[in-house]
């Protein structure tokens, strides 16, 4: 399996409350992605990144922001959370940018 | 606009049976085409994938798929169901170097004693 994880697996928060998702990978992949799971929508693109530093969006990018300061880890940010980003978060990595391997998830709940 | 379309929402099938499940898609060039496995509270699996050349590619766990261009379809094969491959299989999409995957809504298979 690749070596990704995501952190937390499981939380909960409050509407209005920024909220960070990890995700580090021991692959030392170029590319990592952001999709969220919605029943009916199957995963859907938030945010990607080609390298360190350079990010760009996915069809799903309104009130989510995405950093990459290291090769291994990529954080997806909810500024001000709304119960609308409540929704299973994973992550995928990419050595060529064409076969993605995916993180366990983080299922965050927004009251 | 580049999109995947899995059809069938639930697929129910006896144990033994054979399965196909239908992915289409809509892509100007040739796609790169996956189908991935999610057990449930799991993350995903990649059974197989289409880059180019033989249309019929063999995958884990026994599935196979073939890529029609001329009905823009990848559908899922599986010539005898086992129990444990009741989970939601998803189909995905996407162009080489475009970085982009676009997923299918997905067909959860639920498999019959």
Redesign the interface.
């Known amino acids: 399996d690749a070596g990704i994880t995501q952190s937390p697996r499981h939380k909960v928060t409050e509407t209005g409350t920024p909220v960070t998702l990890r995700c580090h990978q021991t692959e030392n992949h170029r590319y990592m992605y952001w999709y969220r799971q919605d029943p009916g929508h199957g995963l859907r693109l938030i945010h990607y990144s080609y390298g360190v530093k350079d990010t760009d969006k996915g069809e799903v990018s309104d009130g989510y922001s995405v950093s990459r300061s290291k090769t291994e880890d990529f954080l997806l940010t909810l500024e001000s959370a709304t119960s609308s980003q409540t929704s299973v978060y994973f992550c995928a990595i990419s050595g060529t940018g064409d076969e993605q391997f995916f993180g366990p998830g983080t299922r965050l709940t927004v009251l | 606009a580049q999109s995947v379309t899995?059809p069938d929402?639930h697929i129910t099938v006896s144990e033994g049976a054979s399965l196909e499940l239908r992915c289409n898609y809509s892509y100007g060039a040739t796609p790169?085409l996956?189908w991935?496995v999610q057990s449930p509270g799991?993350?995903?699996?990649?059974l197989l994938?289409y880059?180019s050349g033989d249309t019929l590619v063999q995958g884990i766990k026994g599935f196979e798929a073939e890529f029609k261009r001329s009905q823009s379809s990848f559908n899922l094969r599986k010539p005898s169901v086992h129990w444990s491959d009741a989970a939601e299989y998803?189909c995905?999409g996407?162009q080489?170097?475009f970085?982009?995957?676009?997923?299918?809504?997905?067909t959860k298979l639920n498999v019959k004693p």
């Open positions: 899995q929402i790169y996956f991935y799991q993350g995903l699996q990649l994938k880059f998803f995905a996407g080489y170097n970085n982009k995957f676009y997923f299918g809504s997905g």
